[in-house]
């Protein structure tokens, strides 16, 4: 159960950096360009390092699951507006599996540990 626990975590991170990417990949189909594809991106990092992370200085049983809906949201629909429909669907139905996964008990226990 470890091995699934820990692929799962392993997968979360993929999830939150596939998030990042997904603003990086709209900051680059609109103007400014050179500012928006690492503007975003740090911006959504800033957002989840204060209020999403497993040690957010500011999350809580409240505000940690609505700012990760409102990163993963954000970021699948930046991806639909850049014209990757597919891959917004896709990232939107694999956060919510993932995520889901690691709400289990015993996983839960190796992410707190």
């Known amino acids: 159960m470890a091995i699934f626990g820990w692929t799962v975590l392993a997968l979360v991170f993929v999830d939150e950096l596939l998030a990042v990417a997904a603003f990086g990949v709209w900051g680059w189909d609109n103007d ?3 500012l928006l ?5 740090a911006v959504a990092m800033a957002a989840w390092f204060f209020f999403a992370s497993p040690k957010a200085a500011y999350g809580g049983a409240v505000v940690r699951p609505v700012a990760k809906v409102i990163v993963f949201g954000l970021a699948c629909l930046a991806l639909a507006d ?10 939107l139905v694999f956060s919510v599996v993932v995520n889901a996964l690691a709400l289990l008990p015993s996983i839960r226990v190796l992410a707190d540990g």
């Open 82 to 91: 850049a014209g990757h429909g597919g891959w917004a669907v896709s990232l």
């Open 37 to 41: 594809v690492w503007a975003l991106p």
């Open 32 to 34: 400014p360009r050179w």
